[in-house]
């Protein structure tokens, strides 16, 4: 699959699509830290046989998208509490950069699909650019305002993952690195199932192969969420069907977290899967792309 980029502002998006022209077309928006490739290509054509023309794109900040540096690196709870005094970008610009992949492939309006991160930046889009939006389904949905973060988010997670790649100790090689996104991947990912290395190391190495991950755009984007300010209180905005789905077992983000969300959003439905993390493990693709697509559908009958 090849990829192309477009321009938003002094930003370049690569983006890469899947499907059929003709058929409906969904948008995936990646979480924190996270490129592209980490949407599975198998789940991917789930989709395209459910009859979507899907398109997939980097974030600002990670794969081949355009990167930014940090005067120095913060403490990620402190950024993800309080944010950066100078963000170097916000949500409104991430945003933007569906947007703009939106424009280059021609839609006027599309279905959008995001995971953790990449969940906020669907429901900030369908806030700000209602008329682009056809529906929206979330997974590992992560609160949006501060208050929420602190009954929601469960902080010992990165300190976690820390102590594991440290007792690790792994090699400052392609390996090394490589082992290392596995090793996040699999502290993300439920222990009730087991963890699938083969699918995890693919991805990780064609992440690894396309751009090395870089640990500081993670305060980054983290700091673009902070910087949110009042849309963060506008979910309540959103009008087109949808659905937010969390893991039983998320490490990071507890499960009640997309019940709250949808809560707030008209009409909105939330479901929380037993046995998944912050992954999207094999056993639950088909509830996944079932409950994704009949989201989607009931957006075409209105």
């Not at 963060?232 to 937010?244: S, Y």
């Amino acid at each position: 699959m090849s990829v192309r980029t477009v321009q938003h502002g002094d930003v370049s998006i690569a983006y890469e699509e899947f499907g059929s022209a003709g058929d409906e077309p969904m948008l995936l928006i990646m979480g924190l830290d996270f490129q592209m490739v980490w949407w599975p290509d198998e789940f991917i054509e789930g989709l395209v046989a459910r009859g979507f023309h899907v398109v997939r794109f980097d974030n600002r900040d990670a794969g081949l998208s355009t990167h930014f540096t940090s005067p120095r690196r913060e403490n990620l709870f402190k950024v993800m509490f309080r944010g950066l005094p100078a963000p170097a970008y916000t949500t409104y610009d991430m945003v933007g950069d569906g947007i703009a992949v939106m424009d280059a492939m021609g839609w006027t309006s599309a279905h959008l699909l995001g995971g953790s991160m990449g969940s906020s930046i669907a429901l900030a889009t369908a806030v700000l650019h209602p008329d682009r939006v056809r529906s929206v389904s979330g997974v590992f949905t992560a609160p949006a305002r501060k208050s929420d973060a602190v009954r929601y988010l469960k902080v010992g997670y990165f300190p976690r993952l820390i102590r594991h790649l440290r007792r690790l100790n792994l090699p400052r090689n392609d390996e090394g690195a490589v082992q290392t996104l596995v090793e996040i991947a699999r502290l993300m990912s439920s222990p009730n199932h087991p963890f699938d290395e083969a699918l995890t190391r693919r991805m990780a190495e064609q992440s690894h192969a396309r751009a090395p991950r870089d640990p500081s755009s993670s305060q980054r984007h983290l700091a673009a969420g902070r910087a949110a300010g009042e849309l963060n209180d506008r979910i309540g905005e959103v009008r087109v069907p949808t659905v937010l789905i969390n893991g039983a077992d998320d490490p990071f983000i507890r499960p009640g977290a997309a019940a709250a969300q949808a809560r707030r959003i008209p009409g909105a439905t939330s479901m929380v899967l037993p046995a998944m993390g912050h992954t999207l493990p094999r056993e639950h693709w088909t509830t996944l792309l079932d409950t994704i697509t009949a989201n989607a559908r009931s957006a075409v009958r209105h």
